[in-house]
């Protein structure tokens, strides 16, 4: 059932018994060929009930289209979600200015919004044929911070309603590889934007996949293909950036071409795991640091003791156990799609099976290093 | 900074609902604009919609029923209530969750000041509730159990606080968790008090800790009773300072369905055990039937996974300052497990032909010594009290090397080292 606003609120009405009480009409979707973004001004104080009210995409044929001043973006290497299709932008206030970070997301400016559509289609081999929209997750730069909602893309894929409490689907589908897939997708709550966006502890949602590193790469804006860092330095956006060559780039997980395996398991694991498993996130119970940069192998889970894991261990020894995949708890939980189980804890449903065999192989060829002695 | 105005339309509905608190045989009891009141007659939809947006001080109040949810319950705001009609009469079923990529927990907060009370947590896929990175967290009257006994696909903890203080879980029940019913780890300042734990791996466990009394706990059929212990390569180090007293921990001979982690390494038939935790305190507990033993006091070395585990240049491995004294015991030690490679060890000192051929006794120390804390007879200040009951020193420092295994044992019954006494722990208390 496609629960909306109106419903919600129609349905607690009626809780009541009352009589007399007015039936809001729905909420009123924007016309996406007359607006400019964002379309709602007041946005910052409040995600609007329909995603066209912010007229930041048009919708059509399964994918979505930046409207004029939203800027698209992809990533090297990005967060797998049961191998959803997923197109990225960003609309920022005319003249924004955002100082070159070399290693932190975009600190886009507050009247910001980030947007990530999530689409299948029946079989991802094509996946041109068929395709629909699920979900358009956003977050908004808010004078208080980033406030995060999940839009619901309706039957007719005209729009989108707002749906803060989230939502678990059944989609099926082929994946790339040609395996048939039931995926328990889940379209996050407003709670459990935090669980991952809260990288940093603070109670505080932030950006994560828009990092230089992660957008240093190729994108196509219509008049072939431009490195993402320079178009953003030549809109006058991003101050202060070098040239590409001089700035840091995350590999590409699954191309060798730019990166060791090592370097491609490394990336993989930080935009994968180290919102969580860093020193701050919420993971950071559990001793973990995920982030690429880490030269720590024990902080890696290399010879780690399991702390909390339970079953999620699955009887296996240690976190990683160089050489010996089979006996790591990594993979245990990459190939696990038991909650509790399986990592990451929430957003994914189905096996990853390129990225476990990236993992995997990483592993058996790691070394141990000197200083330990797992096996 | 997530406030229910961001949402006018969902802020209405709850106002709506609020406004009705009580007009209703169903209704929950909270009124008020911080009040959100929900039903079984409201769809999950309608329900995670309004806690998605919910205000720090909200109330939310589940009326009596069942709740089933596909999703977790994922809560952050601050000064939370989530209350139902009473501890079996608000049952929230999270069996349909395991089907879905919704998460851990069946309900998990990171706020301050969180006070959960009166309804179950049935079957969730992972953990039952989990607080994390929080001041001050209560859990009352709150039962949190799977319905299939034994089986390592349960969730591994009940009723989970992690890195938070001021900890207080009281008159709770947890039954079937694949780790621990009530688990505390890396937090300070704690009471787990008359509360009831059965059929888990382990009933209660103090992790990492600093300050805990567990206490008037009834803790039966599980592997284990209660397990204080520091692990290695965690955030929160040096954990010490717990109190477990006043606690009936009765014949916890479960086997040990664990799948990872250090439970698994807990013998069935354990009643209190102590590892690597220092200034401990074992007192007025009736600890009966359990087939290993009734306390058991080792290090981390004992356990044989020190030469494997990456090294903690600030981790402690042995167990320091232990006082157990006042305690009743009967019927312990009579059948020690043969599964668990640390109950098979036992087993080389049970028996017919052995040392003891009926029973090990009541408390068993591993007398694994830290080389570096003197030459005194007894430097890691174990004390029985003045009338010790039957104990033994199972390695008397031998066989074990820096990094274990210990093999073979060498015990010695002699209790006399450790007919002392060591300072009473001062009652902990929630501000």
């Known amino acids: ?375 | 900074m997530r406030t229910q105005s961001t949402f006018p339309a969902i802020a209405l509905a709850a106002a709506a609902l609020a406004g009705c608190g009580g007009s209703s045989s169903t209704s929950a009891s909270c009124t008020g604009s911080s009040c959100v009141a929900l039903t079984t007659a409201m769809t999950e939809q309608e329900i995670q919609n309004q806690l998605a947006t919910i205000a720090d001080g909200t109330t939310v109040s589940f009326a009596a029923g069942t709740y089933h949810f596909q999703n977790a319950l994922a809560f952050n705001a601050k000064n939370l209530t989530i209350q139902g009609a009473g501890e079996t009469q608000t049952i929230l079923d999270f069996a349909a969750q395991t089907q879905s990529g919704a998460g851990g927990e069946g309900l998990s907060s990171t706020g301050d000041n969180f006070y959960i009370h009166d309804l179950s947590i049935k079957d969730p896929a992972g953990n039952g509730v989990k607080m994390e990175k929080a001041d001050n967290v209560h859990v009352n009257h709150v039962r949190v159990y799977w319905s299939n006994d034994g089986v390592n696909t349960n969730g591994p903890y009940g009723i989970y606080p992690v890195t938070c203080t001021n900890v207080l879980v009281e008159n709770s029940y947890a039954a079937g968790a694949s780790d621990t019913g009530i688990y505390v780890g890396q937090s300070t300042n704690i009471i787990v008090r008359n509360n009831e734990a059965e059929k888990n791996v382990m009933g209660v466990e103090i992790e990492n800790c600093h300050s805990a009394d567990v206490h008037d706990n009834n803790l039966h059929g599980n592997t284990g009773g209660v397990l204080v212990f520091t692990g290695p390569n965690l955030a929160q180090k040096d954990g010490n300072t717990a109190h477990v007293f006043h606690n009936t921990v009765t014949a916890n001979n479960h086997p040990n369905f664990g799948y990872g982690g250090m439970v698994t390494q807990i013998p069935a038939g354990s009643g209190i055990v102590v590892m690597a935790d220092r200034s401990v305190e074992i007192d007025h507990n009736a600890i009966t039937g359990n087939d290993t033993d009734g306390v058991a006091v080792i290090s981390f070395i004992f356990t044989g996974l020190a030469n494997t585990t990456a090294p903690d240049a600030a981790y402690y491995p042995y167990p320091k300052q232990v006082y157990i004294h006042d305690n009743t015991f009967a019927g312990n030690g009579t059948s020690p497990d043969t599964v668990v490679s640390l109950g098979q060890l036992l087993n080389t000192i049970h028996g017919p032909g052995t040392m003891f051929p009926a029973a090990l006794p009541d408390v068993m120390y591993d007398g694994v010594l830290d080389a570096s804390a003197g030459a005194t007879a007894n430097p890691m200040q174990i004390c029985l009290g003045a009338s010790p009951p039957s104990f033994a020193n199972i390695t008397q420092n031998t066989y074990c090397g820096p990094l274990g295994p210990c093999y073979p044992l060498n015990p010695s019954t002699d209790a006399s080292t450790y007919t002392c006494t060591l300072p009473a722990l001062p009652a902990l208390q929630i501000p």
């Open chain 1, 1 to 375: 059932m496609r629960t909306t606003l109106s419903l919600a609120l129609a349905a607690a009405l009626a809780a009541c018994g009352g009589s007399g009480s007015p039936t809001p009409s729905s909420p009123a979707s924007t016309d996406l060929s007359t607006c400019s973004a964002p379309g709602t001004t007041d946005y910052v104080s409040g995600l609007p009930p329909r995603l066209s009210n912010l007229c930041l995409m048009v919708p059509g044929g399964g994918a979505v289209q930046p409207k004029a001043g939203v800027v698209p973006y992809e990533l090297n290497t990005p967060l797998f979600s049961d191998y959803a299709l997923k197109t990225r932008m960003f609309f920022a206030p005319p003249g924004s200015h955002v100082a070159y970070d070399a290693s932190a997301a975009l600190d886009l400016p507050v009247g910001s919004i980030v947007a990530k559509t999530f689409a299948f289609a029946p079989d991802l081999r094509t996946p041109e044929a068929g395709a629909y929209l699920v979900e358009t997750r956003v977050l908004v730069r808010t004078a208080t911070g980033w406030q995060g909602g999940a839009y619901v893309w309706s039957a007719d894929q005209k729009d989108a309603d707002l749906t803060p409490g989230g939502q678990v689907k059944d989609i099926s589908f082929v994946d790339p590889s040609g395996t048939a897939q039931h995926a328990s997708y889940l379209v996050p709550s407003v709670n459990e934007c935090s669980r991952c966006h809260d990288n940093a502890g603070d109670g505080a949602n932030h950006l994560l996949g828009p990092t230089v590193r992660n957008l240093n790469r190729t994108h196509d804006y219509g008049n072939g293909p431009e490195n993402q860092i320079a178009h953003l330095a030549g809109t006058g956006l991003l101050q202060g950036a070098p040239s590409p060559e001089a700035a840091p780039r995350l590999p590409v997980w699954n191309d060798p071409s730019s990166g060791t395996l090592d370097q491609r398991a490394r990336a993989w694991l930080e935009v994968n795991c180290a919102h969580c498993h860093n020193p701050n996130g919420l993971g950071s119970p559990y001793g973990l640091d995920l982030y690429a940069s880490v030269t720590d192998p024990v902080a890696i889970g290399t010879c780690k003791d399991p702390v909390a894991a339970g079953p999620g261990a699955g009887g296996r020894p240690y976190d990683i156990v160089p050489g010996n995949p089979g006996n790591s708890i990594l993979t245990y939980r990459l190939a696990s799609t038991t909650p509790g189980v399986a990592m990451p804890q929430i957003g994914r449903s189905v096996v990853h099976s390129e990225s476990l065999q990236l993992i995997t192989d990483w592993i058996a060829q790691m070394p141990l290093p000197p200083t330990l002695n797992c096996h």
